[in-house]
């Protein structure tokens, strides 16, 4: 009824040879807490734009001086604060979900390692800042935000990758 041939499938994923040298090499568990820093680098960034922007309106007109009205700080800094928060819980899911044999400890630290590393940028920036207290002050909270947020993710992520398993 059907002259047609049969259709040819092309494998997707390919199986290697049993003497293959690098046939089912893992990588590292720490491999997947820079992975998961970097991911939080890069949620960080968008959100941090976002609340950019809610906080500029709800700043209104800054004044002569570009200052942020005083009462507004505290949700500035909170805005801020949620989504490096939620960004190191996404790190920290996508690492216990994903990563191999990384477990919660390398999920844990995909949060603290991303703020360390915003930190050190943003102190290295020239001209005059709030001084080695506070910068020392702000790198201990955003350590402690990023490992809190990333650990519930990693909690997350483990959770989800034990259910997956068959």
Do not use: C, N
């Not at 007109?61 to 805005?79: F, Q, R, T, Y």
């Not at 604060?81 to 790190?91: D, I, K, Q, V």
Request: avoid cysteine; proline fraction near 8%.
């Amino acid at each position: 009824m059907s002259d047609a041939p049969p259709k040819r499938r092309l494998p997707v994923l390919q199986t290697r040879a049993a003497g293959d040298d690098d046939a089912g090499e893992e990588r590292p568990a720490w491999h997947f807490t820079v992975v998961g820093a970097v991911m939080a680098i890069l949620v960080w960034l968008p959100l941090a734009a976002a609340a950019s922007s809610a906080a500029t309106r709800l700043a209104g007109d800054p004044g002569p001086d570009g200052a942020v009205p005083v009462h507004l700080a505290p949700a500035l800094i909170g805005l801020g604060a949620l989504g490096y928060a939620t960004a190191s819980f996404a790190a920290g899911a996508l690492v216990g979900r994903f990563g191999g044999r990384a477990g919660l400890r390398e999920a844990t630290l995909t949060g603290p390692i991303a703020g360390a590393v915003a930190w050190a940028l943003a102190a290295t920036q020239s001209g005059p800042g709030p001084g080695a207290i506070a910068w020392a002050l702000l790198l201990v909270t955003m350590a402690a935000v990023g490992a809190g947020a990333s650990h519930g993710g990693g909690r997350a992520g483990l959770a989800a990758r034990a259910t997956s398993r068959p």
